[in-house]
């Protein structure tokens, strides 16, 4: 069975790292498993935003992304919600139109 619709929150990449390390233990005892081609890291720190980080499950590299979408929430790596609100106006902005064509 696999662990699905988790996210990890940390500050720090070493903070992260153990986080996935005791996660992977959980996930053993309850017999889960995680699926990394389905799993995606969204981190951000300081300026090193170019440098290219690796994320391991296992033998597999998990994919470092800009974003997220996770409950229909967007998790952006600036921790900003700037994207989440534009895509909740537009979902608005159509459903008043559609309100003003039906009155």
């Known amino acids: ?47 090193s935003r170019m440098k290219k980080r690796t994320w391991k499950w296992e033998k597999e590299d998990i994919k470092e992304v800009k974003e997220i979408k996770y409950l229909e929430y967007t998790l952006q790596k600036n921790g900003r919600a700037e994207k989440h609100i534009r895509e909740k106006m537009k979902k608005t902005i159509v459903a008043m139109k559609m309100w003003r064509e039906i009155i």
């Open 1 to 47: 069975m696999n662990a699905d619709d988790v996210v990890l929150l940390a500050n720090r990449k070493s903070e992260l790292k153990e986080m996935l390390k005791r996660f992977k233990m959980f996930l053993g005892k309850k017999d889960l498993k995680l699926d990394p081609e389905k799993s995606k890291v969204v981190f951000e720190k300081g300026k």
